[in-house]
């Protein structure tokens, strides 16, 4: 069983940038394939961002291609998502989770192989 817990979440304006931070607790995250989602008020939660177990893929959605940089730290047991240049469209709650199945590539969007989800942090920018 993994716990994971999201942090970095706040108000930013737009351009701006946030850090969000994902740790586990449990079990070491370095066995785990993780991905970044996002749900808006009214939308459905859509992916983000994910990273294989060893770091070496890497998948983006398009609309966030050369902002938003995925990566992970399996010594200190967290996965965090650098976001830049963010846009009042990007506000969401965002969440981190954990597939115990390998993935990588295009697998990583799959939100149905994550098993393990955080609470989610809030990320709000405004124009």
């Known amino acids: 069983q993994v716990q994971l817990v999201e942090s970095g979440g706040g108000s930013v304006q737009a351009g701006g940038s946030l850090i969000l931070s994902c740790a586990a607790s449990g079990r070491t995250l370095s066995s785990y394939g993780v991905g970044w989602f996002r749900q808006a008020p009214g939308k459905e939660r859509e992916f983000v961002a994910g990273i294989s177990y060893s770091g070496s893929s890497t998948y983006y959605t398009d609309s966030v291609k050369g902002r938003f940089t995925i990566s992970r730290d399996n010594a200190k047991n967290t996965v965090s998502l650098q976001m830049n240049s963010l846009t009042p469209e990007e506000t969401a709650v965002y969440y981190c989770?954990?597939?115990?199945?390998?993935?990588?590539?295009?697998?990583?969007?799959?939100?149905?192989?994550?098993?393990?989800w955080g609470q989610g942090t809030q990320v709000t920018v405004s124009s």
């Open positions: 989770a954990a597939a115990s199945a390998y993935l990588s590539g295009r697998n990583l969007v799959e939100e149905r192989m994550y098993a393990y």
